[in-house]
T-cell receptor, first 113, second 119 residues
Framework: EDQVTQSPEALRLQEGESSSLNCSYT??????LFWYRQDPGKGPEFLFT???AGEEKEKERLKATLTKKESFLHITAPKPEDSATYLC??????????????FGKGTLLTVNP | GAVVSQHPSWVICKSGTSVKIECRSL??????MFWYRQFPKQSLMLMAT?????????EQGVEKDKFLINHASLTLSTLTVTSAHPEDSSFYIC???????????????FGPGTRLTVL
């Protein structure tokens, strides 16, 4: 069974204080690892897809990296508007045309001004 | 690009009634649509997967006769909660993806969600 564990559950940062969120996973053949951002009362917003170990992707203050066992979401000099829940999800190979996502519980990030 | 809408955004209904939620992909044709449920402070739980013109595939523990899914076209899927009860109150979110082709096309794009409250 595919499993995704995110840590920490919650993280408080001061504006400008860089940090990283962790996503550990076990999956029977990784097809892709996804990062989403979810604001309260909203659906998840797609951020990144990573497909193979060593891959990195960046978007503004966010950078996602991937190893064979975990992924990190690095946040550089965060701003209050970066406050949200960040969700990690894995997609396994062999899913046919319906590649399901298995989600972690998320990390609630709060950035104080 | 890759915009998914849901309607309604919130609904309140009486116990025993049925509620229909629509999910539309606005600027792409979705090969597959997914329905999730999210309880407060918890992550998304997949309920079912549907392909256009086919019967939905339900996850273990999800009652297919209670949660009716219709995927009538490449841009529209509906979830009907039949004979709703208070325990069905939750945040329902759909997503849509396109299979095959360029690698990113299996990414799931999510709608804004529908808050269902059953009194």
């Amino acid at each position: 069974e595919d499993q995704v564990t995110q840590s920490p559950e919650a993280l408080r940062l001061q504006e400008g204080e860089s940090s990283s969120l962790n996503c550990s996973y076990t999956v029977s053949g990784l097809r892709g690892l996804f990062w989403y951002r979810q604001d309260p009362g909203k659906g998840p917003e797609f951020l990144f897809t990573l497909y193979s170990a060593g891959e990195e992707k960046e978007k503004e203050r966010l950078k996602a990296t991937l190893t064979k066992k975990e992924s990190f979401l690095h946040i550089t000099a965060p701003k209050p508007e970066d406050s949200a829940t960040y969700l990690c999800a894995v997609q396994a190979r062999g899913g046919g045309s319906n590649y399901k996502l298995t989600f972690g519980k998320g990390t609630l990030l709060t950035v104080n001004p | 690009g890759a915009v998914v809408s849901q309607h309604p955004s919130w609904v309140i209904c009486k116990s025993g009634t049925s509620v229909k939620i629509e999910c539309r992909s606005l600027d792409f044709q979705a090969t597959t649509m997914f329905w999730y449920r999210q309880f407060p402070k918890q992550s998304l739980m997949l309920m079912a997967t549907s392909n256009e013109g086919s019967k939905a595939t339900y996850e273990q523990g999800v009652e297919k006769d209670k949660f009716l899914i219709n995927h009538a076209s490449l841009t529209l899927s509906t979830l009907t909660v039949t004979s709703a009860h208070p325990e069905d109150s939750s945040f329902y979110i759909c997503s849509a993806s396109v299979a095959g082709g360029p690698i990113d096309t299996d990414t799931q794009y999510f709608g804004p969600g529908t808050r269902l409250t059953v009194l």
